[in-house]
Nanobody
Framework: QVQLVESGGGLVQAGGSLRLSCAAS????????MGWYRQFPGNPRQLVAR???????NYADSVKGRFTISRDDAKNTMYLQMNSLKAEDTAVYYC???????????WGQGTQVTVSS
């Protein structure tokens, strides 16, 4: 199994920056892909960005050029650097991992990001 713990959310003014972290533990070697999702009230979670075990990345159109996903394998940690934040980025952000040959899923507990306009 893979366990995920997020940190780094908070309140920031529009135009500001935040960095989210996701620390992974457990069967790290079996992770195929990790990503960040966000959830607006009353809506399902939606993909923000993801990164494969090979380092390939992709982003939602709404965050391209503003957000950067990365990982530090030595620390078993994934990051989401969020710049030029907008009020519409306000959401709960979740860390996600797909692992194993059966692509099991693991989710973090979520961290609130609030951008004031």
């Amino acid at each position: 199994q893979v366990q995920l713990v997020e940190s780094g959310g908070g309140l920031v003014q529009a135009g500001g920056s935040l960095r989210l972290s996701c620390a992974a533990s457990g069967s790290i070697f079996s992770i195929n892909r990790m990503g960040w999702y966000r959830q607006f009230p009353g809506n399902p979670r939606q993909l923000v960005a993801r990164i494969t075990s090979g380092g390939s990345t992709n982003y939602a159109d709404s965050v391209k050029g503003r957000f950067t996903i990365s990982r530090d394998d030595a620390k078993n940690t994934m990051y989401l650097q969020m710049n030029s934040l907008k009020a519409e980025d306000t959401a709960v952000y979740y860390c996600h991992a797909g692992y194993g040959s059966m692509w099991y899923e693991s989710w973090g507990q979520g961290t609130q990001v609030t951008v004031s306009s």
